[in-house]
RNA sequence: GCUGGAGUGGCGGAAUUGGUAUACGCGCUGGUCUCAAAAACCAGUGUCCUCACGGGCGCGAGGGUUCAAAUCCCUCCUCCAGCACCA
């Protein structure tokens, strides 16, 4: 027999990946009256080298893959690399080197990985977002964007780094410098090109509930996200110091109920009618400085951890259309332009930041809801804002009503006196694409006679990245001279070109339907993507809850209303897999507490890590690094190989349920027992529980000693039957011992998924446990089924039980039948 | 602050239609084999009392419901994650 060790591992791994690559056994069926399984995994960055969290991530899916496969599904399983983006820019930089160059070189080195850990991804299917015949339907699809209006150009204020030239997202601005730089990042106001997902908010949450298969940490991050709120939107108007209306301004509140108590409101910095209002008068340079001083902050340092709140008082003023007050108007840095309408009516009583505000400005502050449990809440004694519901005072009519009656009556009210409407809010903002960087998908836009944008023809697409740039200076499409200008091909004229390109998000929301048909005259055909589609099975990273999720949903959303596509949500079932630590850190390359994939291989194999990685934890629980839990499944391979090199005999294995007695019924029962545990745990991906049930099984087996030829067979059918069930979990191992030992000749791979039977499960004989007042005192043997008089009977002669029963009263007997007796007794 | 999730041996974790708590694995202890070590294999391993038989106590804390609670209810504590001046 030959042993389990590195060297025959090696070669056992590599002949197994040849034979499944060059037989195509993972090739998807274009067609096929098998029902479709697609399991698919987030496409991964090209960052150079697999670390453990991809190895989690696809062995997971893989998993799922094959168990589908041989369950008879016709399985898509593909791979691909989200392959645009940044870093790749900056390493070219760095080496010399173009990104391109680079980024294929990085794709090699994963692609090779990934075979060496024997995923069986469906290679003939492999895309990347950098390849033409990709990104060209990444602008068919933004053009079709533009044209529905969707897709659209808007000043922007962004950070901006003057030594590099670019646009900085706000997580590469650290401590107010560009993260490369380090050059003091600026405020510019900047066109920009966005996406309408604010329109498919509603849908966009409404949704979320047909997603029962998502988790709900998931589903309640992007409820928070678009983040719905019911209000009211109040219109007042505006008066200059004399009291003559000048204007008129809308706020959005949610607390209705407490209009009365405005005593102030407040515009946002970048609220363009703070400028307006101060024009010619005596504060205009004031107020002017105040807000050039509060956009000059970024918007993480003006609404980080700071609780303080800076406001100036325009010189003008609005009446409350509720009581005709006059009340000062003011700018301040603690409201935001973009929620609402970026003006809010501020009711210091009742809310904590005017309550702040107002302490600081020596504002007045009145109270118009009294807490139900006082008589009188005196504005003179709050230390904090009273912000519960309560009973309405102070209010008119809707005194003595409870606020949350008055919130309903009162925005009623306003409405049919004309001055207020109900209204609803999204937090969500619409999506911020362009870049102003060269690794990215060019926007297919030029800009006509008038300036205005207008779509690349469809027949000129792609638009493609040119390979003569420079780089290191900004972005080398503005400065490249063969990109800069459009050329209309009937009539010659140059036109310039849009040189942003697009955020790498655009590319990801839709390549999970590009792999269902890679046609390249085509994004994709609707009638393959309608059979394909949805994803049945989606894994990955918590870290794209929001963003990634929630873009492909909106993606869907939006090229189902095209009528490309039938369904309206990509992703049917999902699962985000948990972090690998090491030491209770997370891994990572700056902290270099990073365990390499390919050194666990190379020592233990792909089979050994991808069991360590299943057992050691539930999929999306936190997973700690452990060499001894490693070892331990290196230790569990080992013994499958040589107890079933072992034990299998050939044997005649025709063999009839019934003739199996004593016990090779039990081991026959342990081997349906396993079958029944393993493919329930794979519904559920309890892949940890699973293979500890395998594990039960291969003691079941070590145990049993076949006495004769029917043992024999009963002894090769546990066998087989390990094998089987391992075969999605450790591949490699399982074809070398189906085929060398079980003398299977077809690969386990397409093997069928074995069954259980209930009648099988069944035992003849039960152990019943014995309680006495719910305290477990003794246990005995008794025939499956037996009735409450006999067990009754049993449990009172035990001699354990006896002692704790004896010379008192029988008030109760418990009986769950098969299981347990409870004698209560006083 | 809001939202979501989680607290079980020395460790990773099982068990939730209420019914033998700690499956499976790691570690540890003892043993077999060996000149020795490693590997492998066998046995033991919640905790306290007891030579032992056996018993008490144990699933973050406290209470409750029940014949019976890790599981259901109430109050609280701790940790993790996401969002966070959203009007």
């Known amino acids: 027999m030959t042993t389990y060790n590195s060297n025959e591992i090696k070669r056992i791994e590599a002949k197994w990946q040849m034979f499944w690559d060059e037989n195509k056994v993972f090739k998807a069926e274009a067609r096929s009256d098998r029902p479709k399984y697609y399991v698919l995994e987030m496409y991964p960055y090209p960052s150079g080298k697999l670390h453990m969290g991809h190895v989690r991530n696809y062995t997971i899916g893989d998993v799922m893959a094959r168990y589908r496969r041989m369950q008879g599904f016709n399985v898509l399983y593909p791979m691909g690399f989200d392959s645009f983006g940044l870093p790749a820019e900056n390493a070219a930089i760095k080496n010399k080197t173009s990104p391109r160059v680079w980024t294929d070189n990085r794709m090699q080195d994963m692609v090779a990985q990934m075979k060496a850990m024997g995923l069986s991804y469906d290679w003939s299917r492999f895309l990347y977002s950098h390849s033409e015949e990709y990104y060209r339907w990444n602008q068919w699809i933004f053009i079709q964007m533009f044209k529905r209006g969707l897709a659209y150009k808007k000043k922007s204020l962004v950070n901006w780094d003057p030594a590099d030239q670019t646009v900085l997202a706000n997580e590469q601005v650290i401590d107010g410098k560009g993260w490369r730089s380090g050059a003091v990042v600026e405020k510019r106001e900047i ?153 809010v009516m501020a009711v210091p009583a009742h809310d904590q930041r005017d309550f702040t505000f107002a302490k600081k400005y020596g504002l007045p502050v009145s109270v118009v809801i009294r807490p139900v449990d006082h008589a009188i809440l005196n504005a003179a004694d709050m230390t904090a804002a009273f912000v519960d519901a309560g009973i309405m005072v102070n209010s008119q009519q809707f005194d003595g009503m409870s606020s949350p009656d008055a919130m309903a009556a009162i925005s009623q009210w306003m409405e049919s006196q004309g001055f207020g409407e109900r209204t609803v809010t999204f937090r969500l ?18 800009y006509d006679d008038d300036g205005n944008p207008q779509p690349i023809p469809e027949d000129d697409l792609p638009v493609r990245l040119p390979e003569d740039v420079e780089f290191g200076r900004g972005n080398p499409l503005a400065t490249s001279g063969s990109f800069r200008y459009y050329v209309d091909k009937t009539t010659g004229k140059k036109y310039r070109r849009e040189t942003d390109t697009m955020d790498t998000f655009f590319d990801s929301s839709w390549y999970y339907m590009r792999y269902t048909d890679l046609n390249k005259d085509r994004p994709f055909h609707p009638d393959i993507t309608n059979y394909w589609m949805p994803v049945d099975q989606y894994i990955g990273g918590i870290e794209h809850a929001i963003l ?125 027992e396993a079958i029944k545990n393993v493919s329930e745990d794979f519904e559920l991906y309890k892949f940890n529980t699973a293979i500890s049930s395998l594990m039960v099984l291969l003691n079941q087996i070590d145990k049993f000693t076949a006495q004769n030829p029917a043992d024999q067979a009963v002894l090769n059918r546990a066998c087989r039957t390990v094998l089987l069930l391992l075969a ?64 009754k009977q049993m449990a009172l002669a035990d001699e354990r039980v006896k002692v704790f029963v004896e010379g008192k009263e029988i008030k109760k007997f418990v009986f769950v039948p098969n299981k347990l007796v409870n004698i209560v007794v006083s």
């Open 728 to 791: 999605p979990i450790a591949p490699h191992l399982c074809e070398e011992l189906w085929q060398k030992i079980a003398g299977q000749e077809d690969t386990i791979s397409r093997a069928a998924w074995p069954k259980f039977e209930e009648a099988m499960l069944k035992r003849d004989q039960v152990k019943i446990v014995v309680q006495v007042n719910g305290k477990l005192r003794g246990q005995f043997t008794a025939a499956a089924d037996a009735g409450e008089a006999t067990l």
């Open 548 to 672: 990634h999720l929630l873009y492909s949903r909106f993606f869907t959303k939006f090229l189902r209303d095209l009528g490309l596509v039938k369904f309206d949500e990509p992703f049917k079932r999902l699962l985000t897999q948990g972090m690998v630590l090491l030491n209770g850190e997370v891994m990572s390359k700056s902290k270099g507490n990073v365990v390499d994939p390919d050194a666990i291989i190379e020592k233990f194999g792909a089979d050994t890590l991808r069991v360590f990685i299943l057992f050691a934890a539930p999929p999306e629980d936190q997973l700690e690094w452990d060499d001894n839990g490693v070892g331990g499944s290196w230790k569990f391979l080992t013994r499958v190989w040589s107890l079933i090199y072992d034990r299998y005999q050939p044997a005649d294995d025709r063999l009839k349920d019934a003739e199996i007695t004593g016990p090779a019924r039990d081991m026959e029962r342990a081997r349906h």
């Open 191 to 343: 066109e920009q090109w966005f996406i309408r997902i604010t329109d498919y908010a509603e849908s966009l949450l409404r949704d979320l509930d047909k997603l029962e298969n998502w988790p709900e940490r998931v589903k309640t991050m992007q409820r928070n996200w678009i983040g719905k709120s019911y209000g009211t939107t109040i219109k007042f108007d505006v008066v200059d110091a004399q009291g003559k209306k000048i204007d008129e301004l809308k706020t959005f509140t949610t607390r209705p109920d407490t209009v009365f108590g405005i005593e102030y409101v407040v515009l946002a910095a970048e609220h363009p009618k703070c400028k307006e209002w101060t024009i010619g008068k005596a504060n205009e340079s004031e107020i002017a400085s105040f807000i050039k001083e509060v956009t000059k902050r970024s918007l993480i340092d003006r609404l980080g951890e700071s609780s303080d709140k800076n406001g100036k008082p325009l010189g003008v003023y609005v009446i409350n259309p509720v009581n005709g007050r006059r009340v000062p108007l003011w700018v301040a840095d603690y409201v935001i332009m973009d929620y609402g309408t970026g003006a």
């Open 429 to 446: 903002k619409d999506w911020l694409i362009s870049r102003q960087r060269y690794w990215g998908t060019p926007i297919p836009i030029f």
